[in-house]
Each structure stands twice: as C-alpha cells, then as structure tokens.
C-alpha cells in the first residue's frame, strides 16, 4: 500500500476511534446525569412568579409588588424586531442548531486554550441558557456545563424552537428587578413590547451580558456601546438594512426608572395594603399572585389627588418663589440630548410639576422660554408667573412646570408644604380616598395615618356633641367673656382668647361653634367637668393619652391623626354609631378562591356566594384597619343636632367659603392651631365624611392668617365639589327619637305650641324643660346667665 494512504487511513481510524470513544463517553456520561436531569415537560409547567395586585374597589389597578418583576407574553405577542434582537445578540443559529451550537463550543474551547484556562466565554445557545436559569445554578464550573448541555439537548427533543424563544424571552434577567422582556420595557421605556422602537429592542437585547451594569439606568454611555453592538449583529446576518441601522444607532438612549403601571393613584393606601398581607403570608405573599381588593372609589381618589395638590400649590405661590431647583452646566446646555438625559433623571413631581430648564430669560414680550424635556420647549407668558414676583432667572436655571389652562403652562415650584386628604363612608366607615401627600415617591410618611398633628377647633365638636348628650340644647346659651385661670396642669396663669380677640357674652352653643368661640368653648367644658369629658373620648375612637386633661383639650391641644379626626365626624354622619377604618374587601388568589372577605355587604352584596367573616389579624403600622361591626356611641338624635350645629359653620360661621358649592346637605368645621402651625377642615353629609389637613412636617408656622378657613377648606371644597357634582343632595335624616318643642325666648318651654314668640326646636326628651322652667345649667337668661362673672 502507498505510504501515503497508509498515513490518511491510519489517521482516519485514528479520528473515528477518537470520534467512537468520544461518542461513548458523551453517551456514558449521559447515562450517569441523564437521572438527576428534569424532564422537559417540566419547563411548561414552570410557574413565573405573580405578583401581588392591589385594587380599588370598581377593579382598577392600584398597586404591583413583587420580588421579581415579571409580566409573562406569549411568543405571538412579541414583535419580531425584539426576536431577532435577542437572536442576534445571543444566538444567531438559534434555529438551526440541536440545542447545542457545535462552533459556538469550539470558538469558547480556543478561547479557553489562547487565555491560558480563563473562561471568558461560554459557548452557551438560548437553550442552554434556558436550562441554566430554570433548573440550574450559575456556578462556572465543567459539570454544570456538561449538564445544562445534556438538558439542553432533551429540551430540543421535546419542545418546540417558538416554545423555548418564549421561555427564554420570559424568564431571562434585564436588570431593575425585571424579569423577562415586557417587564423589562416597562420598567425602562414605560410602555409596552408593541411600542417599542427598533433602537430600545437593541438596547433590551444588549441587557443579557451584564444586565446590572450595561443596563440603561445605571450607566447610558456603556448601554448605547452594548446596543450598538446588536444593531451591527442585526445587520451583519441580514434582519435589518443599512437605513435601519443607521436610523437606529443615531437615536440616543434616553430611559428612566417606571414603576409598574397602575391606573389610579393610590399608592398610599396600596402600601397600606401591601403591610397587612405581607404580615399574614410574608413573603410569599409577592410569589402567588394575590390580588388585593379595596374599599377604594377611584373617582373619589383621584378628586382627593387634584384637589390636595392644587390647594398645596395655592398656598405655595402665596408664600412666593424660592428660586430655581438646581442648574444645568454650560457644556451641556448646548447638547440637546445631554440636556433631556438631564431633565429625565430630575423626573416628575407628584406626576403634575416637569422639570424644566430656561433656554432664554424673556424675550420683549416678557414671555420665558423653556426646555421641558419630555414636553418639548414651552412659552410661560408673563401672568402665569406673575405669582413669583418677577423672578431673575438665567439660562441653565431648572424651574418646574406644571400644566394649566388652555394649555398654557405655569410657572411652579417643589412644595415645602404638605397636606392630607382622607375620606371614608358614613354607613360603614370604609375608606373611599386618601391621599398622604404631594409625592409618594419622594416621601413615603402618610400623613393621614401617621401624623400626630394638633387638631384646633375641630376638636371642639367633640365636646359640644358630649354637652348635648348631657342635657345641653344647641340653643342653649353659655357666656363668651374673658377668663384668667391659674390651674397647675396648665403651669403659669393663662388667659385664653378668641380668634378675633373680642368677646360676645351670652351666645347661644350654635353661634359660639359655628363662629369658633374659644371663651364660650372653655367655659362649656369646665361646666361639663375636664375629667368627665376626657374620660368620654375613646367614645369618639381617639386615645386619650394623647388629649391632655385640662381646660386647653376643647382648643385641640391634644395630637391625633386626619384619620382619627375624620372618623369621629364619622360618629355625626353615621347617626351615632363608631365605625373602624377598614379598606380591604376581598383577598383572593390568582386563581379566584377568596381567602378573606370583610364581613359587610360591601364586601359581598347580595346574593352573597363566598365566605365571609374569616378572621385574619389584618394590622398595618399604623394600627387596627380591618372591619368592624359598628358601636352605637350616641344617641341618634345628639348625632342630627351636632350635624345641624356644624351645618351653621358653613351657612353662617367660619366654613361660610363652602356656600359656593350651592349645596344645603354639608356640614363641617375648621380648625386652626397656635402660630398657625395646622389648618383643618372636616366636614360631611349623609354619603361622605372628609378632612383635609395642611401643614409643614418639621411643624413650622404656616404664616399669619393661614387659618383652616383659608388654607384647609379651599381643599376640602375642591374634593366635595368634585365628587358629589352629579349627585342629589342628601342631608341627614332627622331620627325619631327627637321631639319638636316650642321654646320661649329666655328658654323656657312654652305653655302652648302656638305661644307667640317662641323658636321650634327639635330636641331629645331629656333636654326639653318643664313647663315655665329653666333647663338646669343652661343660661338662656335663667339663674347661670345672671351670676357675676367667675374668675378662676
């Protein structure tokens, strides 16, 4: 035989005994993993993660949480742009190979040899990194690689290539917390897959690598080298043109952090929610997609959002401009894109007040000119920043923006100011709307629930509706005239005053609460006894460690939080009764079994299907917020007169502002504090209680004159009128157990219903006097009202 065949037939025996033995051991080695390899059907029934939703009441999203971020597509849903992204980027032979990329392996084996044993390439195809993140670990090691080849290669046999493209595009990590390609749009570009351009597919199919420190967020200039990267893979095997390309690497990369998708604004109250279950199921609460339903009425939201935010607003422009935000630097100034990258990562306030950045002080006309970013270059004409006084600014000056009429925008400012609206149903005392602030994202603290704050005189209800259970009628009178006392638990000799610092002598309970009557107010309560009413208050659901037991506590000394406020007033609304805040309905899981239903036809109209009543310590932070049987706590008719006293406050006395809703059915109080340091609000008709509260965190002054009247009810006007817009007035229903008397003008009973001059009142038995007698202890020109006047 010629030498020569003699080598090539050697060194082919050679190649395919080296080939069988290869074989062998591949197949022995097969063997030996093959058990402890899960099967491939296994990978359909791989569960992706649900997160937890939290809803309003009519189903509107509120609130997504979850350890990993996931919004599972089917492979028809994705366009093909983000395929062959991901493709080209991961696996151009994606469809063609076995599962494993034969070349891919040899080209990191060469690697291997040419770094002297590093491993800086893996070889690994889209099934093998399918494998790998279902079933594997991510250790760098020989037999991990051997068997996600080995599981690799069964997934080929058993799945379809769309299949496992859509496993893969689902369960791949992009950095952020996102899993998979839609979250990950979301989270990036804040819209879905559909709305993707060709340059932010590339950008998402760059992610893979290295999703933490290439990704968008964390570092534009290394996420626009990675994409570009793509963009040029796409087009070296032919998935998009030259024009394509080039359209797509000249776009910057421009992206900011999304939070999920809600519908409603509500965030507060979802992270109220959120509390309650990770404290019954932790957290696995985030993994078996749990679906949260509230009390929630997203119409009413919304009315409370607007109208906190634009009466925070209010309040800020009449305290003036503080100047621009911050100033972006010359160099950047000239590039239009570095300028927009700018103003993305200052982001929206309290999704109303853009960032915005001057390009030219005023032009002849007075008009400013700004760069808005994301709402382009916008005018602000000279009267919609008249507020600010004329304010120097300069090019580079960041200013905010916030939209206004005629789509004109106005000049703004970050409010230092906060505020709190909160409203719940009187039936029930379900909450229906809260708002804790301007901006949840900036500070998470909820001031309706966890702002000790000093009430003023909206606490004086409270004892007036406590006299009245007592025998006091609201007409009734009490003396407003100076005191002086020298009581140890107020410390130095203290001479109250009322707000206007003049005094009216003998007022009737109704004048001196629907004028706010601090004198008349103190010397009700000192009547009443300090000890009697302060033992009462719990009737009311507030803690009386917090209300101080002296003189000063029916002037709103004490702390408590809007809520509490505004579930008291409840108590008038409800005709007596205290509920408990609540706002979860329903918890269910994905699959529709309901694990907690709170006991009440809200809840569960009828007919009513599902269990009710499970008992589940649903407790947040910020205390009890689960529903409970309401308590009787006044007698029905003190609840209808209080509401006919506070009904005096908007008609004649300090809340006179909300007549301009030409309403007759609304009743309600205002409350200011020492130094102007807290505004109130709260009020109510038969189908909503509400308060609004507005004040400064570090507890600063408001500024002088900055009363609930002012600062407080504008808000609180804004929400009602909102929401009650389109419905029927609904005063509350006069009970059955007050009686209509005829009374004399010094308060006496009238011999006769038809005696000429009397008043028709309607009152409780034990507050009607005997024919021809005084009613004990109540003024009305008897025994009380002709006594010297009593220093204490």
């Not at 340059?199 to 570009?228: F, G, H, M, Q, V």
């Not at 009581?487 to 609460?513: I, K, V």
Request: net charge negative; glycine share 8%.
């Amino acid at each position: 035989m010629n030498p020569v065949l003699k080598i090539i037939t050697a060194l082919l025996a050679l190649i395919l005994a080296a080939g069988v033995g290869l074989s062998i051991a591949l197949a022995a080695l097969y063997i030996h993993y093959a058990p402890t390899l899960p099967e491939a059907d296994a990978v359909r029934d791989v569960r992706l993660q649900t997160p937890l939703q939290v809803r309003s009441a009519d189903g509107r999203l509120m609130g997504e949480y979850a350890e990993e971020r996931r919004i599972p597509v089917p492979i028809d849903a994705i366009p093909q742009h983000v395929r062959d992204a991901f493709i080209a980027a991961e696996d151009e032979r994606f469809y063609d190979h076995p599962g494993v990329d034969v070349l891919g392996l040899a080209r990191a084996a060469l690697n291997l040899v040419s770094t002297g044993g590093e491993r800086s390439q893996g070889g690994s195809t889209i099934t093998m990194q399918l494998a790998r993140n279902i079933f594997l670990t991510r250790e760098r090691t020989y037999e991990r690689k051997l068997r996600e080849i080995f599981l690799a290669i069964r997934l080929e046999q058993e799945l379809e290539k769309d299949e496992i493209l859509e496993l893969y595009l689902n369960k791949i990590y992009l950095g952020q917390r996102a899993y998979g390609i839609e979250a990950a749009s979301q989270v990036y570009f804040g819209r879905s897959l559909d709305e993707l351009e060709l340059d932010e597919s590339a950008t998402l199919a760059a992610l893979p690598k290295a999703p933490s420190t290439t990704n968008p967020i964390a570092s534009p200039e290394r996420a626009e080298i990675r994409r570009n990267y793509v963009l040029r893979r796409m087009l070296d095997i032919g998935t998009i043109d030259e024009e394509a390309f080039e359209t797509a690497v000249s776009r910057p990369v421009l992206s900011e952090r999304h939070t999920a998708s809600t519908e409603i604004d509500a965030h507060w109250v979802a992270e109220m929610a959120r509390q309650m279950v990770v404290n019954l199921w932790g957290d696995d609460a985030y993994r078996r997609g749990l679906q949260v339903h509230t009390t929630i009425d997203s119409r009413q939201q919304e009315a409370a959002n607007q109208a906190l935010r634009e009466g925070l607003l209010e309040y800020d422009e009449r305290h003036g401009f503080r100047g621009p935000e911050m100033r972006i630097p010359d160099a950047a100034m000239e590039d239009a894109e570095a300028r927009e990258r700018a103003l993305l990562a200052i982001g929206v306030h309290g999704r109303l007040l853009f960032p915005a950045v001057v390009l030219k002080e005023e032009d002849d006309a007075g008009v400013l000119h700004v760069d808005g970013g994301r709402i382009g270059e916008q005018q602000i004409l000279p009267e919609d920043r008249e507020w600010a006084d004329s304010p120097e600014l300069e090019r580079g000056d960041v200013i905010r923006v916030r939209p206004y009429i005629d789509g004109r925008w106005r000049l703004a400012q970050k409010p230092e100011v906060t505020g709190a609206v909160i409203a719940q149903a009187p039936e029930d005392g379900a909450i229906t709307a809260l708002a804790g602030g301007f901006d949840f994202f900036e500070n998470r603290y909820d001031r309706t629930t966890q702002a000790q704050r000093q009430p003023g005189s909206a606490f004086k209800p409270l004892v007036y509706a406590l006299a009245l259970r007592e025998g006091y009628r609201p007409e009734g009178t009490v003396i407003d005239a100076p005191m002086v006392f020298n009581d140890p638990a107020l410390g130095a000799e203290w001479r109250p005053q009322n707000y206007t610092r003049r005094f009216h002598g003998e007022t009737t309970l109704r004048e001196a609460l629907a004028n706010s009557r601090n004198l008349a107010s103190i010397r009700l309560l000192d009547r009443l006894g300090t000890g009697n009413v302060h033992q009462e208050l719990d009737r009311f659901g507030l803690d009386r460690e917090n209300q101080p037991n002296n003189l000063s506590m029916v002037l709103g000394t004490g702390t408590l939080t809007p809520l509490q406020l505004n579930n008291a007033y409840g108590v008038f609304a409800s005709g007596g009764r205290l509920n408990s805040p609540w706002i979860i309905s329903r918890i269910e899981t994905v699959d529709g079994e309901v694990l907690y239903e709170a006991p009440t036809e809200r809840a569960c109209p009828a007919p009513c299907t599902s269990p009710k009543g499970q008992d589940l310590p649903l407790v947040a932070s910020s205390g009890p917020l689960q529903y409970t049987d309401p308590v009787p706590v006044l007698e029905p008719g003190v609840a209808w007169q209080m509401g006919d006293m506070l009904r005096s406050v908007i008609t004649s006395g300090t809340g006179r502002r909300a007549m301009e809703l030409g309403r007759s059915d609304l009743a309600g109080k205002t409350g200011t504090t020492n130094d102007y340091r807290d505004a109130w609000f709260a009020g109510f008709n038969a189908d909503l209680v509400a308060t609004a509260w507005i004040g400064f965190d570090d507890n600063r002054e408001l500024g002088r004159r900055e009363s609930g009247g002012r600062a407080a009810l504008p808000i609180w006007t804004r929400f009602m009128g909102s929401v009650l817009a389109d419905q029927p007035e609904h005063p509350l229903e006069r009970p059955d157990d007050l009686v209509r008397v005829s009374i004399l003008p010094n308060g006496q009973r009238a011999p006769s219903d038809d005696t000429p001059g009397t008043t028709n009142q309607w009152l409780l038995p034990h507050q009607i006097p005997e024919r021809g007698n005084v009613i004990p202890g109540d003024g009305g020109n008897g025994s009380d009202s002709q006594q010297p006047e009593l220093v204490f």
